[in-house]
Nanobody, 121 residues
């Protein structure tokens, strides 16, 4: 099994910044994609940003130019630097990973428990 542990959420004023971190642990052969999703109250969970282990990046149009995703592949870590936050960014942010684990080495999707980000004055 793979465990994803998030940290870094909290309350921030509009225009402020936060940095989320996620660490993956367990018996992992390879994490070929890792990133963040978010879910606001009454809305579906949506992709924020994710990166494959070859550096290919996908991110939502709503966060382009404001949020920066980075990975440390050798340490199974992913970070989300969030700048110029606005109230529409308020949501629970979930770490997500697609990993290959023994013994069958099947690709499996894993989720963290989520961390709350609230943008309010």
């Amino acid at each position: 099994q793979v465990q994803l542990v998030e940290s870094g959420g909290g309350l921030v004023q509009p225009g402020g910044s936060l940095r989320l971190s996620c660490a993956a642990s367990g018996l992992i052969a390879r994490i070929y994609a890792m990133g963040w999703y978010r879910q606001a109250p009454g809305k579906q969970r949506e992709l924020v940003a994710r990166m494959t282990d070859d550096g290919s990046l996908n991110n939502a149009d709503s966060v382009k130019g404001r949020f920066i995703l980075s990975r440390e592949n050798t340490k199974n870590l992913v970070y989300l630097q969030m700048n110029s936050l606005n109230p529409e960014d308020t949501a629970v942010y979930y770490c997500n990973a697609h990993a290959v684990v023994p013994p069958d080495f099947a690709a499996t999707e894993y989720w963290g428990r989520g961390t709350q980000v609230t943008v309010s004055s």
